[in-house]
């Protein structure tokens, strides 16, 4: 059965995961780390994408893309995918693959959603026990989105700038948002619908997306879905 072509609307935010094969390393020393976020600002800025949130795990990674075309994300994870499997192999004189299969993403609706996305990414260190704050995790947007940490590859998405009128409200508007914690609801929430690469938003998010590409964005019972 040929698989499903993503779901992809140029200017809508995706939430992407690309996990290392069988769970295994992705990254093996602090160079690594800098040399995919160096790959990944290259090739978002090539195929004019914008990365808003991210994490770099030691087996996998989570991003927050929104591309401003149709192919713009997969040309980009494309690129990004190649040229540092290639580093990998040559550095540790390896071969064969780094990853698992194709990345997998969700489109990711504005407001609530996409912060509760960042919020989600940015705490992955915190829920595996690494760090007991996100600030305290080197490779992730968080102190670029809760402090005003310079980072050239982040873009603020206009959701997030609507926190406050400056940077340092804007900060502190995000940071309020960590007092709460993510509950058991919106973690599996988030994980099912990126396993699925389905949709995170909204009911009329996601019946606005049912009706563009003629398919169910959720989990249940297929939907007939009409061609008008």
Known sequence: M???????????PQHVIQRGNNRELCFYAEEDYRY????????????????????????????LITPSTEFGL???MQDLGRKYVR???????????????????????SNDYLLTCMRYIELNPVRAGIVNHPG????????????NKSDEIITMHPVYQ???KDSEK???????LFRQQLDDKQIDEIRDVINGQLVYGGEGFKEKCEKRFKRKTRRGKDRRLSSK
């Open 162 to 164: 609507e926190l406050g």
């Open 74 to 76: 997969s040309h980009a």
């Open 36 to 63: 995919y976020l160096d790959v990944l600002r290259e090739a978002i800025e090539r195929n004019t994408c914008e990365l808003h949130a991210y994490v770099l795990m030691t087996n996998h990674v989570h991003l």
């Open 136 to 147: 305290d995790y080197k490779w992730s947007s968080f102190k670029t989105n809760a402090a």
């Open 170 to 176: 804007r900060c502190y508007a995000y940071r309020e």
């Open 87 to 109: 580093y990998i192999n040559h550095k540790y004189k390896r071969t064969g693959t780094l990853w698992e299969g194709r990345f997998k993403s969700s489109l990711v609706d």
């Open 2 to 12: 040929p698989r499903q072509p993503r779901f992809t609307i140029p200017g809508i």
